[in-house]
Structure formats: C-alpha cells, structure tokens
C-alpha cells in the first residue's frame, strides 16, 4: 500500500506491525508520527490482534484509517483532487430555490416546520 500512495505523489512509509519489532505502529501513532494508516489483514492470528490494537490506538489519538484494500486508491484520488484545487465551500440552501411564504399566519408557519 506505501508504494501505491507514494506513485501517487503521497509520501508514505511501511512501518512495522506490533509483533514485527520495534518501532512499530503503535509506538508511532502513540507519539504522532502518523497521520493515515492503511491496515490491512493477512489472516495471520498476529495480525488479526495487532489490526484490533492498531485500529483502538488510531481512532484514540485521531488518526485516519483505511481498512480495505479498495479505500486506499479511493483515498489517494481525494487526497489528489484536495491539492490540486480549492475547496469551495457552499449552504445546502444555496443548492435549492428558496421558497417564499405567502401568508405569515400562526398556522402556516406552524405547519411549514413540521413539514421540514
């Protein structure tokens, strides 16, 4: 997966897993060296706990995740699209005509309320 973001132009680095050693994941996401995790399992026991433990630790300390393969060049094509443009950004109203009231009555404002 580090290798599909860095062609995208994204740097990114594999770390290892907790039972792979020492600086693992943990300790980087612990001490705010990542941003954005791709976690993905082999259907290895270890991996399989080290996913639960990474996954708690990132949503702790507010770190993105990706946990399916298909995310990871979904994400990579947003990250894109966010820097090589602005982001606008525009009320949902302005998306939809505004409608006038034609009579300002108790009732029909009430009704118009409970409508929405």
Excluded: C
């Amino acid at each position: 997966m580090a290798q599909v973001l860095e062609l995208a132009g994204i740097p990114a680095e594999r770390v290892l897993k907790m039972h792979e050693g020492w600086p693992h994941a943990g300790d980087m996401i612990a001490n705010g060296h990542i941003q954005l995790m791709v976690i993905t399992s082999s259907g290895d026991p270890l991996d399989q706990i080290d996913g639960r433990q990474l996954r708690r630790m990132a949503l702790a300390y507010k770190v993105l995740i990706i946990t399916i393969i298909a995310g990871a060049p979904a994400s990579v094509e947003a990250i894109r699209s966010l820097k090589s443009s602005t982001i606008n950004i525009i009320a949902l109203q302005d998306y939809f005509e505004a409608e006038t009231v034609t009579s300002s009555s108790p009732k029909d404002l009430q009704f118009m309320s409970s409508s929405v």
